[in-house]
């Protein structure tokens, strides 16, 4: 447990460490702040796609939506939270394994409604399922 003293956050060790007093690194509570507060932004850039996936499931319509940015969050996420969990930060698997969750939900949706071939995907569906499982498998 890390002890308070006049402002800053004392941990025996870390890499955002920005002076050694003692043997043990002092952080400032603005840094401590900050390493707390992104997950959770994380997690609300995650769910910022959620009204266009809903406006998708009710007009049953993909329009000219590009499925990219669904495929790309998912992939990206789960790097994330494979580095995450072999790293043993669980601010990164935890956060990142929601947006796993989000990602393949937006993905899933997204596909149910686009057809097979569509001018606004860069790519089809199937190059993007494989992608994905190429990123999952590697």
């Known amino acids: ?9 004392t941990l025996q060790s870390s890499p955002a460490a920005l002076l050694v007093r003692g043997g043990a690194a002092v952080v400032p509570d603005w840094v401590s702040f ?8 994380s997690m609300f850039i995650f769910f ?3 009204p266009t996936i809903d406006q998708v499931a ?9 499925l990219l940015p669904y495929s790309s969050m998912m992939a990206n ?3 994330w939270t494979a580095y995450g969990i072999l790293k043993q930060e669980s601010k990164i698997w935890a956060t990142n394994g929601i947006g796993v969750a989000f990602g393949l939900y937006y993905f899933l949706r997204f596909i149910q409604f686009a057809p097979p071939k569509s001018p606004s995907f ?8 494989t ?4 990123v999952l498998v590697a």
């Open 77 to 79: 996420c789960f790097l």
């Open 122 to 129: 860069p790519g089809s569906i199937t190059q993007h399922i």
């Open 34 to 41: 900050c390493a707390n507060a992104a997950p959770i932004a």
């Open 48 to 50: 910022a796609p959620y």
């Open 1 to 9: 447990m890390p002890a308070v003293a006049r402002g800053l956050t």
């Open 58 to 66: 009710k007009n049953k319509n993909v329009g000219s939506l590009p």
């Open 131 to 134: 992608a994905c499982l190429g």
